[in-house]
């Protein structure tokens, strides 16, 4: 069964290891005309690592990451509002890791060439628009090569759109769709080295609504304790209008001027925001976007999954992890059914509805809710409040770890790293 994956990040290359881990050979396209070690932090939550450990990549990810051991929400003043454990210290099997996204990226990449091959990834290919043969047989997908403007036919008998909130693919299965929806916090987004924060193992959260924001955490583990680490930051800010059409696909450049005068009024006593700002090699601006929750992802031999499939608000560091699940899930239906029609429905069935019902818990803060229920009181979150808040997110996401630590794998085969 030949099996074409479009787009070559995160959720596209797990999609591949997955399959290939499966007994298939996927070969992916990827638009850019190479892959590079770009982007600002992300975290893998358990649920994640746990099927990047099963793929065989469990060390490969500890080498590049750091396991966060508790999360902490605080006020502007940084006076504390919650605090919960992380990962392994939240009893988990599988820890949490902040990890750069470029080098997350790379390491997937390596394991995708090194496994499948060294042209299972073709760089520079446009995906522009597929033609189905219905539930019967094969596809085939057309692009354009971005080297010579050629275009290129490639027959497909499963087509999975891997390629992002702006998915050519997901945008001709739902044509009517429209453009994402902003909700008017911009993200000002930078990394710099910076000494550890609050034991060196925390992730900040801190302010309260969305556009008044302020989150840190470290992406990498120095060797020496007091070293400076690689420190990643969000500040986010509201500007008027900016929700009725976002450009979604800005990253404006940020002054550093810019951005020291927006954290002017924040007093955070265990981290000197001007130094960090000071310190950042980039800062670039993103709108904080997401597309309403679909109807239906497959139609006959073709797909959808990851941020294709559902693009959510950052709340609660759900949308890279559940990319990795998807991919998983979707291999594990793919070898289970003879029938790729078939196998498809039931990788909708499985993942689509809590991923929508996630997209919108998200669009309503998530866990993040504990911190704004803070700003509207004045004051701290009865304990019991938040970990109502906090735990029920966590059953939405189907992560708490009872149901993480107990359910069945989705491996298929055994995994040779």
Same mark, same amino acid.
Request: charged share 20%.
């Given at each position: ?59 490969? #990810? ?8 508790? +999360? ?35 390491? +997937? ?47 497909? @008998?499963?087509?999975?759109?891997? @390629? ?5 693919? *997901? ?9 994402? *929806? ?55 800010? *509201?500007?008027?209008?900016? /929700? ?44 904080? !976007?997401?597309?309403?929750? #679909? ?6 031999? !073709? ?26 899930? #979707? ?9 790729? !029609? *078939? /196998? ?20 309503? +803060? ?35 770890? /009872? !149901? ?8 298929? #085969?055994?995994?040779?790293?």
């Amino acid at each position: 069964m030949k099996i074409v994956v479009v787009g070559g990040g995160v959720a596209g290359l797990v999609t591949a290891l997955s399959l290939h881990a499966a007994g298939m050979t996927p070969l992916v396209y990827e638009s850019a005309r190479e892959l590079t070690a770009l982007g600002v932090g992300i975290n893998v939550l358990p649920h994640a690592v746990r099927e990047l450990t099963e793929l065989g990549l469990g060390d490969a #990810l500890d080498a590049i990451g750091l396991a966060p051991e508790r +999360l902490v929400y605080c006020d502007r003043q940084g006076r504390p509002i919650w605090e919960e454990p992380l990962g392994l210290t939240a009893g988990y099997r599988w820890p949490q890791y902040s990890v750069h996204r470029g080098r997350l990226q790379m390491m +997937l990449l390596d394991a995708v060439r090194t496994r499948i091959g060294p042209d299972a990834v073709r760089t520079g290919m446009a995906f522009e628009h597929f033609e189905s043969s219905g539930d019967q047989g094969p596809g085939a997908a057309h692009f354009v090569d971005r080297r010579t403007g050629a275009p290129v036919v490639v027959e497909a @008998d499963v087509l999975v759109g891997a @390629d992002g909130i702006d998915s050519r693919l *997901r945008a001709q299965l739902h044509p009517d769709e429209g453009p994402p *929806r902003g909700n008017g916090v911009q993200m000002w987004r930078g990394m710099s080295r910076y000494p550890h924060i609050l034991g060196g193992r925390t992730i900040v959260v801190a302010g309260g609504r969305p556009g008044a924001k302020f989150v840190a955490y470290p992406v990498e583990d120095t060797a020496v304790e007091d070293e400076p680490t690689l420190m990643n930051w969000v500040l986010e800010i *509201r500007r008027p209008g900016s /929700a009725d059409a976002p450009d979604h696909r800005s990253s404006r450049p940020v002054p550093p001027t810019e951005a020291l005068a927006e954290v002017a009024d924040w007093n955070l006593p265990w981290v000197d925001l001007p130094e960090l700002i000071r310190g950042s090699t980039d800062i670039h601006e993103y709108p904080m !976007v997401d597309r309403d929750p #679909l109807p239906r992802w497959s139609f006959g031999r !073709v797909t959808l999954a990851g941020d294709a499939a559902h693009p959510m608000y950052p709340m609660g560091m759900n949308g890279g992890s559940q990319s990795i699940v998807d991919a998983r899930v #979707l291999a594990w239906a793919l070898s289970r059914y003879d029938d790729p !029609v *078939r /196998a498809l429905e039931r990788y909708d069935h499985l993942r689509r509805e809590p991923l929508n019902q996630l997209v919108l818990a998200n669009r309503e +803060l998530g866990p993040e809710r504990i911190i704004a229920m803070a700003e509207e009181t004045g004051g701290p979150v009865p304990a019991e409040q938040a970990m109502a808040v906090s735990q029920g997110y966590k059953r939405l996401a189907g992560c708490t770890t /009872a !149901v993480l630590n107990g359910r069945d794998s989705w491996s298929v #085969l055994p995994v040779v790293p």
